[in-house]
C-alpha cells in the first residue's frame, strides 16, 4: 500500500483515514440528507464538491437520500470518486484548501441509511459458530448438518427493519414454548441476543436467470458494512422448524452508516479456510478472498460503562462474499443494487472471540459480569451493544466506525 499524507487533520487511530474514505449520507440541522465522504472525524460534502466542479460526477446523484442512483454507475464511475477525493486531500495544492465549507464535523451531523435495501440475505457462514449451536442444540459429535461443508447456508430476511446505528429498538413479543410448556405462551422475548456480523452492499444489478461467479462476483459488490443481527433465541427456536427464522429475526437489523469500499479493503486480503470436501465447480475460487478485519463487541447498562464481552476476526469465515454471492444467484435469482447480504454470525476458535450472546452464555448456562458486577446471560432492557471492525497493516489503518443499538421494553 502506498504511503499517503494528508493535509486534513486525522487523529492516529481513526478508522476513516486517508486510506479508508467510504461513502454515507448526512444531514446537518434540518436540511435534506445527502452524499458525503468521511475523513478522519470530518464529513467531505460530496454535493459542494461537485458544485465546484472537482468530480465529474453531477450534483444531483449526491442530493438522493441513499446511495443507490450514485451506486448504479459502476465501479469505474464511483471508484474514481474516490480516488479524486484521495487527490483533492493529499494534494498541497488542492483547491479544497480554500473551500472549509465542504467539510462537514461528524459530530455535527446525522447519519442515515446509506442504501435503499430492496432485499435482505442472511448466511450462516462461521464453522465455528455453526458447530457451537450444533453442540447446544443436536449431537455434540456430529454438530454440523450434513449440508454445512457443501453450500453457503442463508435464508431471505426482512428488509424493511433494517435500520442505520443509533436507531433504538423494542424488545419484540412473540411465541414462546420451553420443555416444561405443554403449550406455547405470547410474551416478551427473555432471551435477546446480538450477531456479529459483516455485510456486503451489492453494487451491480443482474437479470432475472443471470448468474454471477466467484471470479466476477467483486465487480458486484460494492463494499461492507457492521451489521447486527438482533436475534429473540427463544422465539427463534419455538419458530423455526420447518421452515427457519421469522419473528425471531425480523424485528430489527442493525447496519453500520459508513459503507468501506472493497478497493479500500484490497490490502487486507488473506486466505480462507481449507475447505473439505471439495466444493462444488460453481463454488471453486482463485486466490485470497477473505478479509483480515478485526471486529469487537461492548455491552453497557444503565448502570455499567462498556464491557468488552468479544473479539473476532472476519477472516475467519468458512464461505467467502464470493462465493456466497455465486450461490446466492446460481438459480438464476436476480440481485439489485443496494441489497444487503450479511455474513451470518461470526465466531472465531475460543470463546472469547464468540459472536453472540448464545456461545458466550452457552444457551443462559454460563453467566458473565459487566464492569459493574451485574449478571448477564442475554441482553436486558436499557442494555446497549455496540461493535466495532478495522483493518489494519503496516501502520495503515480503514475501519468501519460502529454500529451501536440499545434495547428498549418492549411496547
Known amino acids: 500500500m502506498t504511503t499517503l499524507h494528508t493535509w486534513v487533520s486525522v487523529p492516529k487511530k481513526s478508522d476513516f483515514s486517508i486510506y479508508n474514505l467510504p461513502f454515507g449520507i448526512f444531514s446537518v440541522n434540518d436540511e435534506a440528507a445527502k452524499a458525503g465522504i468521511a475523513i478522519g472525524e470530518q464529513i467531505v460534502d460530496l454535493v459542494a464538491i461537485s458544485e465546484l466542479g472537482l468530480i465529474e460526477v453531477g450534483a444531483a446523484y449526491f442530493r438522493q437520500k441513499t446511495l443507490n442512483e450514485f451506486i448504479s454507475l459502476g465501479k469505474k464511475i464511483t471508484d474514481k470518486v474516490r480516488l479524486d477525493i484521495q487527490n483533492l486531500l493529499v494534494s498541497e495544492n488542492s483547491p479544497l484548501k480554500n473551500h472549509p465549507e465542504v467539510f462537514v464535523l461528524q459530530k455535527d451531523a446525522k447519519m442515515h441509511l446509506p442504501v435503499h435495501v430492496g432485499d435482505y440475505t442472511d448466511f450462516y457462514s462461521s464453522i465455528e459458530h455453526a458447530t457451537n449451536v450444533g453442540k447446544m442444540f443436536r449431537d455434540p459429535e456430529n454438530a454440523l448438518l450434513s449440508n454445512w461443508r457443501h453450500i453457503p447456508v442463508g435464508y431471505h430476511g426482512r428488509a424493511s427493519s433494517i435500520v442505520v446505528s443509533g436507531t433504538t429498538i423494542h424488545r419484540p413479543m412473540g411465541q414462546v414454548k420451553t420443555n416444561e410448556m405443554e403449550t406455547p405462551v405470547f410474551k416478551a422475548s427473555g432471551n435477546l441476543d446480538f450477531e456479529l456480523e459483516m455485510g456486503f452492499v451489492v453494487g451491480k444489478s443482474t437479470a432475472l436467470g443471470e448468474r454471477v461467479s466467484t471470479k466476477d462476483a467483486a465487480e458486484h459488490i460494492f463494499g461492507l458494512v457492521l451489521f447486527n443481527d438482533w436475534s429473540a433465541r427463544d422465539i427463534q427456536k419455538w419458530e423455526y422448524v420447518p421452515l427457519g427464522p421469522f419473528l425471531g429475526k425480523s424485528f430489527a437489523s442493525s447496519m453500520s452508516p459508513w459503507i468501506v469500499t472493497l478497493e479500500a479493503l484490497e490490502p487486507f486480503k488473506v486466505q480462507g479456510p481449507e475447505q473439505t470436501p471439495e466444493v462444488l465447480s460453481y463454488l471453486e475460487y482463485e486466490g485470497e478472498k477473505n478479509y483480515d478485519i478485526q471486529l469487537e463487541v461492548g455491552m453497557s447498562s444503565s448502570t455499567s460503562e462498556e464491557t468488552t464481552i468479544s473479539k473476532s ?84 489503518r480503514v475501519g468501519f466506525g460502529e454500529v451501536t443499538g440499545t434495547i428498549l421494553p418492549n411496547k
Not at 438464476?332 to 476458535?349: L, Q
Not at 464468540?354 to 458466550?360: D, V, W
Open 313 to 396: 476476526n472476519f477472516k475467519y469465515m468458512y464461505w467467502n462474499m464470493m462465493q456466497q454471492l455465486a450461490h446466492h444467484t446460481v438459480n438464476g435469482c436476480n440481485i439489485n443494487v443496494g441489497d444487503v447480504m450479511a455474513s451470518g454470525t461470526i465466531s472465531g476458535k475460543d470463546e472469547s472471540s464468540y459472536g453472540s450472546l448464545l456461545e458466550i452464555s452457552w444457551g443462559g448456562k454460563k453467566p458473565f459480569e459487566l464492569k459493574d458486577g451485574s449478571i448477564r446471560t442475554f441482553i436486558e432492557d436499557n442494555d446497549t451493544i455496540t461493535m466495532r471492525g478495522f483493518a489494519e497493516k503496516e501502520g495503515k
